[in-house]
Structures are given as structure tokens and as C-alpha cells.
T-cell receptor
Framework: GAVVSQHPSRVICKSGTSVKIECRSLDFQATTMFWYRQFPKQSLMLMATSNEGSKATYEQGVEKDKFLINHASLTLSTLTVTSAHPEDSSFYIC?????????FGPGTRLTVT | AQSVTQLGSHVSVSEGALVLLRCNYSSSVPPYLFWYVQYPNQGLQLLLKYTTGATLVKGINGFEAEFKKSETSFHLTKPSAHMSDAAEYFCAVSDGTGTASKLTFGTGTRLQVTL
């Protein structure tokens, strides 16, 4: 299957700062990427759908001004958590959309202190 | 609207025993169904998927699942569990086949394999 990478794999930041997470599709062009959030021992929650060259579509209840998504190229989508707070600490996973499947990145563990 | 129910948040089996992880779905359109596995602090790996055609789907690592429309089920099985199968398993349903199709996940089942 296709390979999706995320960077960084782990990040610790202070409360009030912003952090950017990158999601790259390494061997195919992804017009659509997805961002998920996963709390400990829970399932994946879709946060937003990222479309290359256009605005992201956010799921209900997700603050678009807090979780900024940019999909500037067919191989890169970024999620910026702005003014992070401890409750934003979570495991963030991206995926790249393909026909009949999504390819998932390895995830980014965000800890806000 | 679509939903997925995974019965049993934890399943424990002995090494060599049958693995059965249950998944029931609800979908207003023909379902496209998936099973993913997640190891600690990692992303999701596709085990198998059902789109159309044969209802018994074989996947990686000896896993298989059968789509039963009448029972709205897509249970995952493996004849003989191995210690390396210990992980979190997620069943998911897609709202389409295109690149922008969304996945709805079940709550997951943690598989424990004991000696």
C-alpha cells in the first residue's frame, strides 16, 4: 500500500503556544487527506477533511480557528493546533484518501504542558 | 448516516485458539467495510476490506471476515491466534468508494493473546 508519513512523531509544547503537524503522502498524490484525533483507549474521531487547493471541511464540534488545516500540495497537508491547551493533548492521525481505501500515517503524540 | 458497533471492548484468547471479533454496521447505502489493526502508538494498518463481490474476504496475517447482509455483520476471524496478534482492532464503514469517502469507526476491540 501507499506510504503516509507524519512529522513529528511526538511533540511537547507549552500551553498557549502553537504546534504544526505535517502529513505527507510519499508515493502518490492525494487530493484528499483526513485528520483524526484519538484519545487514550478510544476510537478515531474524524476532525476534518482536507482538500488540495481549497478550504478544509470540519466536522461538527471541531473549532476551525483552533485547528488550522492547510493542504497546499498533493503530497502535503498540515494541521496547526493554535494556542494549545492541555485538553488538546491527544494522538493525531492523518490519512490520505484513495479509491476504496485510506492510507494512514503513524500518528503524532501531542502533549501540552 | 452510518454507524459501526463492535461488541466486546476486550477479547482474550489463548495462543492457538480461534479469534472472533464482532462488528455490526448500519448504512443507508451499500456498505464498504474495513478492518484495521493498531499497535500501540502507531497508525492504522489495513487488514482487509469488503467492497463488492465475494462475501468472504481474506486479509493479511491469516485474518478473514465475512460480509453478511442479512445480519448486517462483518465479523473478523483467525483460526489460530499468535502472540503478535495482540493489538487494537477497528471495524469501519465507508460512505463511498471515492478518494474523499469518509470512514466511520467502531469503538475498537483490544485483543489479548495469552500463553
Amino acid at each position: 500500500g501507499a506510504v503516509v508519513s507524519q512529522h513529528p512523531s511526538r511533540v511537547i509544547c507549552k500551553s498557549g503556544t502553537s504546534v504544526k503537524i505535517e502529513c505527507r503522502s510519499l508515493d502518490f498524490q492525494a487530493t484528499t487527506m483526513f485528520w483524526y484525533r484519538q484519545f487514550p483507549k478510544q476510537s478515531l474521531m474524524l476532525m476534518a477533511t482536507s482538500n488540495e487547493g481549497s478550504k478544509a471541511t470540519y466536522e461538527q464540534g471541531v473549532e476551525k480557528d483552533k485547528f488550522l488545516i492547510n493542504h497546499a500540495s498533493l503530497t502535503l497537508s498540515t494541521l496547526t493546533v493554535t494556542s494549545a491547551h492541555p485538553e488538546d493533548s491527544s494522538f493525531y492521525i492523518c490519512s490520505a484518501g484513495a479509491p476504496l481505501e485510506q492510507y494512514f500515517g503513524p500518528g503524532t503524540r501531542l502533549t501540552v504542558t | 448516516a452510518q454507524s459501526v458497533t463492535q461488541l466486546g471492548s476486550h477479547v482474550s484468547v489463548s495462543e492457538g485458539a480461534l479469534v472472533l471479533l464482532r462488528c455490526n454496521y448500519s448504512s443507508s447505502v451499500p456498505p464498504y467495510l474495513f478492518w484495521y489493526v493498531q499497535y500501540p502508538n502507531q497508525g492504522l494498518q489495513l487488514l482487509l476490506k469488503y467492497t463488492t463481490g465475494a462475501t468472504l474476504v481474506k486479509g493479511i496475517n491469516g485474518f478473514e471476515a465475512e460480509f453478511k447482509k442479512s445480519e448486517t455483520s462483518f465479523h473478523l476471524t483467525k483460526p489460530s491466534a499468535h502472540m503478535s496478534d495482540a493489538a487494537e482492532y477497528f471495524c469501519a464503514v465507508s460512505d463511498g468508494t471515492g478518494t474523499a469517502s469518509k470512514l466511520t469507526f467502531g469503538t475498537g476491540t483490544r485483543l489479548q493473546v495469552t500463553l
